[in-house]
């Protein structure tokens, strides 16, 4: 049961009862800043959430930080209160060139037992007395960590860009059941868990819904959706209650110079994801070790190329491999003063590999349909891979040998 269903006063004594069991959750002691508003103890609760969030942010939890920031937002339109704290985050948590980030931390789970009722104050004050001193107790002595961990996305971005990001994210709520996605959709905002669950699906071929993935806390998605403009890849679920922040799309194109820092940040998150997973899943690269995999994929690089730019042009020397994320490709070939159609190449489909593995000029023009990222091999990474592992490069080579009897049997 969500912790804040019910009647507020009743879900005031759940949450103490709770953090009597568990006094070191910051998440329950947000929740209590939460509930101490609803009910109506508007100052008691804007004290617990201003001091969740400066502990947070020096602690290391900055999504749980700007989570008490935005519900002061909210509930309160403090605005100096606010600005205080979105400021102390970017300070501790931008992209900075002396700054070298840590590990996540984590936190011990919430107990699974219920609190004992009986042992609660019955007067209400009661209650919310004993919450504001429970929630706003800071230990004595604590010691904060050296390296602070990343804030998911944000902190690959500069102080002002990351403050400007955090100003225009969007606290959003949402009760269990609530679809966040659907396969197949335009996308229109990229999405940051901030507490509870939701679940990821894609569509097998039967028309099942294959799990993909149960996203937490400080985890992203719907990032691909931004950079590519490409319709949704999965359905997201809320499986308990969720709180987000959102970035809508309109959002993003109103900020302006900022966010091409943020645009940068989104691809570099959906690249690394992508080219891991076909890392793992292309036929070329599956018989390499993880660490040969590792060592080839931190010599791609990522090009994201607009509708109707030309990634290989016909008659010219490839520059690299190419390896499409998501997008479409067009293959054409001029003959005769006219265009033919080739192919069309998509998501996992290599391009560029004939004049790489031949160093000859290319047989066809490769041209994005739409918006499409790509990762590319520069030549001489390239060549230098191929000295190291002949076996993929063969694979390689037979590719185009194959491409270029379909382009004979296409064009007779």
Avoid at 9 to 19: H, I, K, N, T, W
Avoid at 46 to 60: E, F, K, M, P, Q
Avoid at 163 to 184: D, F, K, T
């Amino acid at each position: 049961m969500p912790l804040d269903a019910g009647d507020p006063a009743d879900a005031l004594r759940r949450v103490l009862g709770l953090m009597r069991i568990a006094p070191l959750d910051f998440g329950l002691r947000i929740r209590a800043g939460d509930l101490l508003i609803k009910v109506g103890d508007r100052p008691r609760g804007i004290r617990v959430l201003r001091s969740c969030a400066d502990y947070c942010t020096l602690a290391g939890f900055p999504v749980r930080a700007l989570w008490a920031l935005k519900l002061i937002e909210t509930f309160a339109f403090d605005t100096q209160l606010v600005e205080r704290g979105l400021n102390m985050l970017a300070r501790q948590y931008c992209r900075a060139p002396d700054r070298a980030f840590g590990e996540p931390i984590f936190e011990m789970p919430l107990p699974k037992r219920e609190p004992n009722v009986a042992d609660l104050p019955t007067d209400l004050e009661e209650v919310k007395a004993e919450l504001e001193r429970r929630a706003t107790d800071i230990i004595r002595g604590v010691n904060f960590p050296d390296n602070l961990p990343s804030f998911p996305l944000l902190s690959e971005l500069e102080h002002d860009a990351f403050l400007s990001v955090v100003r225009s994210l969007r606290l959003r709520r949402v009760p269990a059941g609530i679809e966040l996605a659907r396969e197949g959709e335009p996308g229109q905002a990229v999405s940051i868990v901030v507490a509870g669950r939701v679940v990821v699906t894609k569509r097998a071929g039967d028309g099942t819904a294959v799990t993909l993935a149960t996203l937490g806390e400080g985890q992203v998605f719907g990032e691909m959706a931004l950079v590519t403009e490409s319709p949704r890849v999965a359905t997201v679920v809320a499986d308990t209650q969720v709180d987000l922040f959102e970035l809508p799309r309109s959002v993003l194109q109103a900020l302006g110079a900022d966010a091409v820092q943020l645009q940068s940040a989104l691809s570099r998150q959906v690249c690394d994801r992508m080219v891991k997973n076909l890392m793992s899943l292309s036929p070329l690269f599956r018989g390499l070790s993880p660490e040969a995999r590792q060592g080839l994929l931190s010599k791609f690089q990522t090009r994201l190329v607009e509708a109707e730019e030309d990634v290989i042009v016909e008659g010219q020397l490839g520059r690299g491999l190419f390896i499409i994320l998501d997008g479409l490709v067009q293959v054409t070939l001029r003959k005769g003063g006219k265009r033919h159609l080739l192919n069309w190449l998509r998501e996992g489909d290599v391009l560029g590999e004939i004049s790489l593995t031949r160093n000859t000029p290319a047989t066809a023009t490769c041209t994005a349909s739409r918006r499409t990222l790509l990762m590319c091999l520069e030549r001489a990474d390239f060549d230098e891979f191929a000295a190291e592992h002949p076996q993929v490069v063969d694979q390689i080579r037979e590719l185009g040998e194959v491409r270029l009897l379909d382009t004979i049997y296409t064009l007779a």
